[in-house]
């Protein structure tokens, strides 16, 4: 069955840097792939999501790339602020109707 | 506004005992989904159903069961409720199957 892979799980980087979480994907027929932002104590909420046929996707500070050869896709966070700081999920939709998970990254925003 | 519920939001229960977590929602989603989190794991999928009268187990169902009498409710209920099963518990729907919104949580303590 369908496997996803995140990766780093603790991400830290300076305030005003970039940040790139990566997640890999196992099922070819996978078509959609969300990203997750978790605060602490809330609920998961999407943030972005990108199509098997489109290759990037932005939105304002965050932009999502997926390369369907490798199997692969990134969430790219520029110019980063304290509310950033959030655990990331990403997730597969494979051809079973389900939605995959990753572990999660934490991101940490250092002033 | 449509939104999605959860009740109770905290309990602490006795191992042993029956609980039932409530989720509604206003939506009219014929998807929804009953995940736990905890601390390690990211989200796992314990049921989710498709539609009224449907129901299907996710990864991690032991232990827990789910019915689906209409379309705004999917109440998650511990038959006999262990230690194992204390955790952060998030209901949600989905319009399509992949694109999920969550609930705010029902944090269960068991002991």
């Known amino acids: 069955g369908e496997n996803v892979e995140q990766h780093p799980s603790t991400l830290s980087v300076q305030e005003g840097d970039s940040a790139v979480i990566k997640c890999t994907y196992s099922?070819?027929?996978?078509?959609?792939f969300p990203w997750y932002k978790q605060e602490l104590g809330k609920r998961p909420q999407l943030i972005i999501d990108?199509?098997?046929n489109v290759g990037e996707k932005k939105d304002q500070r965050i932009a999502v790339t997926l390369n369907k050869t490798a199997k692969h896709f990134s969430l790219h966070i520029t110019e980063t602020q304290p509310e950033d700081s959030a655990v990331y999920f990403c997730?597969?939709?494979?051809?079973?109707?389900?939605?995959?998970w990753g572990a999660g990254t934490k991101l940490i925003i250092k002033p | 506004d449509a939104e999605i519920t959860q009740s109770p939001r905290h309990k602490i229960t006795e191992t042993g005992r029956q609980v039932t977590l409530a989720c509604h929602q206003t939506?009219?989603?014929?998807?929804m989904f009953w995940y736990r989190q905890d601390l390690g794991h990211g989200l796992r999928l314990i049921h989710y159903?498709?539609?009224?009268?449907?129901?299907n187990k996710g990864e991690v169902s032991d232990g827990y069961s789910v019915s689906r009498s209409n379309t705004e409710d999917l109440p998650l209920t511990l038959e006999s409720a262990a230690s194992s099963q204390t955790s952060v518990y998030f209901c949600?729907?989905?319009?399509?199957?992949?694109?999920?919104?969550f609930g705010e949580g029902s944090w269960l303590t068991v002991v």
């Open positions: 949600a729907s989905s319009p399509d199957r992949n694109t999920i919104y």
């Open positions: 939506w009219n989603h014929n998807n």
């Open positions: 159903s498709y539609g009224v009268q449907d129901t």
């Open positions: 099922d070819s027929a996978s078509n959609y």
């Open positions: 990108i199509r098997s």
């Open positions: 997730a597969a939709y494979n051809g079973n109707y389900q939605l995959i």
